[in-house]
T-cell receptor
Framework: AQSVTQLDSHVSVSEGTPVLLRCNYSSSYSPSLFWYVQHPNKGLQLLLKYTSAATLVKGINGFEAEFKKSETSFHLTKPSAHMSDAAEYFCVVSEGSARQLTFGSGTQLTVLP | SQTIHQWPATLVQPVGSPLSLECTVEGTSNPNLYWYRQAAGRGLQLLFYSVGIGQISSEVPQNLSASRPQDRQFILSSKKLLLSDSGFYLC?????????????FGQGTRLTVV
């Protein structure tokens, strides 16, 4: 069985400071991992994905995530936050096809001026 | 390129009224299609998925049903809405039968049952 835990429901950072959104997963197999972003009343947009290639994955808008098997983590980072990064972020795990996606409960990112 | 359309964007319906939400995908053939619901302050719950025309799998028992009359069309319906059906509904698609593939989401429908 697979599961995903987003360790923080809310994160606040100042504009220009680093962003860290934490995600831990549980999987019986070699999982695929994803980060999605959702702005208010919008659909989910894929930021990046890990599918057993390089462990450091670069995504859109300057985000990246590192897959650490020993820690079962897939934390999302960005060196410098921008006001437009304020949104909800979802960590997602899959052991198989897309119908087996398991979503975390989300982390609301607030960026302060 | 592939695009997904979902409508309407917002909907306010009285309790007991019917529901029909529509989703279409362009630029791909034989996609897997999904309906998710996102309740306020909660994550996404998979309601239905379809791997082909007329093939619908339900993930949770509920007041809703889904149909796939055409390859790239997915419809979410209800005969009689309940207050608990309020939420944000998202349609999504993915490439069929590929391990590790992501889902691509529509813009969502905000449903308020009053």
């Amino acid at each position: 069985a697979q599961s995903v835990t987003q360790l923080d429901s809310h994160v606040s950072v100042s504009e220009g400071t680093p962003v860290l959104l934490r995600c831990n997963y549980s999987s019986s197999y070699s999982p695929s991992l994803f980060w999605y972003v959702q702005h208010p009343n919008k659909g989910l947009q894929l930021l990046l994905k890990y599918t057993s290639a390089a462990t450091l994955v670069k995504g859109i808008n300057g985000f990246e995530a590192e897959f650490k098997k020993s820690e079962t983590s897939f934390h999302l980072t960005k060196p410098s936050a921008h006001m437009s990064d304020a949104a909800e972020y979802f960590c997602v795990v899959s052991e198989g096809s897309a119908r087996q996606l398991t979503f975390g409960s989300g982390t609301q990112l607030t960026v302060l001026p | 390129s592939q695009t997904i359309h979902q409508w309407p964007a917002t909907l306010v319906q009285p309790v007991g009224s019917p529901l029909s939400l529509e989703c279409t995908v362009e630029g791909t053939s034989n996609p897997n299609l999904y309906w998710y619901r996102q309740a306020a302050g909660r994550g996404l719950q998979l309601l239905f998925y379809s791997v082909g025309i007329g093939q619908i799998s339900s993930e949770v028992p509920q007041n809703l049903s889904a149909s796939r009359p055409q390859d790239r069309q997915f419809i979410l319906s209800s005969k009689k809405l309940l207050l608990s059906d309020s939420g944000f509904y998202l349609c999504a698609w993915s490439v069929g039968r590929v391990r590790g593939t992501e889902a691509f989401f529509g813009q969502g429908t905000r449903l308020t049952v009053v």
